[in-house]
C-alpha cells in the first residue's frame, strides 16, 4: 500500500493481526469498500466479509466508524506524544 503509519504503528495495545487480516484493515482505512478489497487483493467478497467482522470482534468495535475512531484516536496520541521542535531564534 503506502508508507503510511500502520494501525499496529499507532495503536500497538492492541493485539496483532495475521498479514491478510491487517492488509484488509489498511484498505478499510484507506476507504476501500469491500468489493473494491476483494478485486484488488483478489479474494472473495465474502472472505474479506469474514475478514471485517474478525476485525471488528478482535478491537471491540461494531462498525467502521467504530473502528476508524480507534484508529484516529490512536494518531491524535502519537503525535501528542512525539516531541516538538522549537522554531528557530525561539527561546526555552
Known amino acids: 500500500m503506502s508508507d503510511a503509519p500502520t ?3 499507532i495503536r500497538p495495545e492492541l493485539p ?3 498479514p491478510r487480516h491487517r492488509s484488509t484493515l489498511e484498505r478499510l482505512l ?3 469498500s469491500e468489493k473494491q478489497i ?3 487483493v483478489g479474494i472473495s467478497r465474502h472472505t474479506v466479509h ?3 467482522k474478525e476485525i471488528y470482534v478482535r478491537y471491540a468495535v461494531n462498525s467502521r466508524s467504530e473502528l476508524m475512531a480507534l484508529w484516529i484516536r490512536g494518531v491524535t496520541s502519537a ?3 512525539r516531541p516538538t521542535r522549537r522554531a528557530c531564534g ?3
Open 79 to 81: 503525535a501528542a506524544k
Open 30 to 32: 484507506a476507504g476501500m
Open 7 to 9: 494501525f499496529r504503528d
Open 90 to 92: 525561539s527561546k526555552a
Open 38 to 40: 476483494a478485486t484488488d
Open 50 to 52: 469474514t475478514y471485517v
Open 16 to 18: 496483532p493481526l495475521s
